[in-house]
């Protein structure tokens, strides 16, 4: 177990709607890191937030927008779903810019 | 500009003989570097971490990586492939000028019986 918790693990939706995903990180952990898997693309990064703000940025749509709160908490908006959303999406953190970074077990995200 | 290139990204090898997956990176800074492993639907596993201490690296399971700043290189070893190392691997880079970590494409591990 990694510490990092994300909710849902699964989840079917229809194209043009929004979901939203969260992710709890490792207790004491600062970044949170955003990931897309799908077959076709690999391992992509989306987004990294430090301590609320957004650090970096990936290869994440205008569709795609992601938030973390106060509490280290984050999460990941999805809308205007496409068929080609469909895939893992993991969440990461760590302690800071040079920490292992520890993964989540990812949520599944079908679109149908 | 950091990048790191796995150069198989498909290994097969028979059970009990040595496992060998191949990383280079290259990064004009001292980088941070990590191998991953993450079995079929499930998320990516710390197998293990470089961070400019011993340049060889022992890890869980079995592996380790050496760390070698004159050829680029951090390859992941294992004397002994075992059926539950079937998996892929990612081998990542990162270093302390910014924040951009980067996974390579991955490799997978095949053991054949």
């Known amino acids: 177990d990694s510490g990092v918790t994300q909710t849902p693990k699964h989840l079917i939706t229809a194209t043009g709607q929004r979901v939203t995903l969260r992710c709890s990180p490792r207790s004491g952990d600062l970044s949170v890191y955003w990931y897309q898997q799908s077959l076709d693309q690999g391992l992509q990064f989306l987004i990294q937030y430090y301590n609320g703000e957004e650090r970096a940025k990936g290869n994440i749509l205008e569709r795609f927008s992601a938030q973390q709160f106060p509490d280290l908490h984050s999460e990941l908006n999805l809308s205007s779903l496409e068929l080609g959303d469909s895939a893992l999406y993991f969440c990461?953190?760590?302690?800071?810019?040079?920490?292992?970074?520890?993964f989540g077990e990812g949520s599944w995200l079908t679109v149908v | 500009a950091q990048s790191v290139t796995q150069l198989d990204s498909h290994v097969s090898v028979s059970e009990g003989t040595p496992v060998l997956l191949r990383c280079n990176y290259s990064s004009s800074y001292s980088p941070s570097l990590f191998w991953y492993v993450q079995h079929p639907n499930k998320g990516l596993q710390l197998l293990l971490k470089?961070?400019?201490?011993?340049?060889l690296v022992k890890g869980i399971n079995g592996f380790e990586a050496e760390f070698k700043k004159s050829e680029t290189s951090f390859h992941l070893t294992k004397p002994s492939a075992h059926m539950s190392d079937a998996a892929e691997y990612f081998c990542?880079?990162?270093?302390?000028?910014?924040?951009?970590?980067?996974f390579g494409k991955g490799t997978r591990l095949h053991i054949l019986p």
């Open positions: 990542v880079v990162s270093d302390l000028r910014d924040d951009k970590i980067i």
């Open positions: 470089y961070t400019s201490a011993a340049t």
């Open positions: 990461a953190s760590s302690l800071n810019r040079q920490g292992t970074i520890y």
